[in-house]
């Protein structure tokens, strides 16, 4: 099954990524890519892009060759009231932001810490989506984050790329990340984390965690461009408005081709 929508890649400006913007696009329309977001990770994060490579982003098209293009940025949670590495006006110039916790900028300590700012990055409104909280370095309350983001309207992402190049042991995490998501209503999305474009839309482990619990179809936000552009929408980015013009009301199905 391949999904038409990735809401998390990397390009060459995050230094330990390998793939360019046009090397996502390539690639998009050979897999059928309809909507990828680039997002780069926050400037704290050591070989991370300057902080004006953010601000800039207005500068990339928004559909080239029918491929769309999100502006984002997987920003840092660091420390332990959920503060993030980018603020502000211009978090409303991004169409998505997503924050997670990385080693360098904020170190791992203890499931108490851990679950209190990942919930209080949730709550503090400037979050859409989680990155990889089913990393074993970094042990959550489950229950209670899934909680949270069913209440704030904040997604989960399950991270493919964590069963296979990086946060080896996530698998059982993500699967109870999964199970209380369907349980308290909390909303999924599967993420590639492509560091090089091959990876793009490859998210054949994650979706097997999402098989196996069972989790809906219609509250994965890969189901269809619309899908995400509407919630982005709701969770109050006006910069989506132009591109959801530009995709058809029909495209609110389950936005897989089999």
């Not at 293009?69 to 978090?91: H, M, P, S, T």
Request: glycine fraction near 8%.
């Amino acid at each position: 099954m391949q999904y038409q929508v990735d809401t998390h890649t990397h390009t060459v400006a995050s230094s330990h990524a390998y793939s360019t913007i046009h090397d996502y696009i390539a690639v998009a329309k050979q897999k059928g890519i309809r909507l990828f977001a680039n997002t780069d990770h926050g400037p704290d994060m050591a070989d991370a892009p300057h902080f004006w490579h953010f601000v800039n982003l207005r500068v990339l098209p928004r559909m080239v060759d029918g491929v769309g293009i999100l502006r984002g940025i997987e920003a840092n949670i660091k420390n332990i009231d959920g503060e993030i590495d980018f603020f502000g006006d211009y978090l409303k110039q991004l169409d998505i932001v997503l924050a997670g916790f990385h080693e360098p900028v904020y170190p791992p300590s203890d499931k108490a810490t851990h679950t209190k700012a990942m919930i209080n990055a949730i709550k503090s409104g400037n979050v859409d989506i989680i990155t990889h909280p089913g990393n074993p370095a970094y042990p959550i309350d489950i229950e209670a984050v899934a909680r949270a983001a069913a209440e704030y309207g904040v997604a989960l992402e399950i991270n493919n790329s964590s069963f296979e190049v990086s946060r080896k042991g996530s698998e059982a995490n993500c699967t109870a990340i999964a199970q209380a998501a369907k349980e308290f209503g909390t909303i999924l999305v599967m993420g590639s984390d492509s560091h090089a474009a091959f990876s793009l839309g490859g998210f054949a482990r994650a979706q097997a965690i999402i098989d196996e619990v069972a989790y809906p179809p219609s509250r994965l936000l890969n189901r269809s461009p619309s899908a995400l552009l509407a919630f982005l929408a709701a969770r109050g980015h006006e910069t989506v408005n132009d591109l959801i013009a530009l995709f058809n009301d029909d495209d609110i199905g389950d936005g897989a081709n089999n």
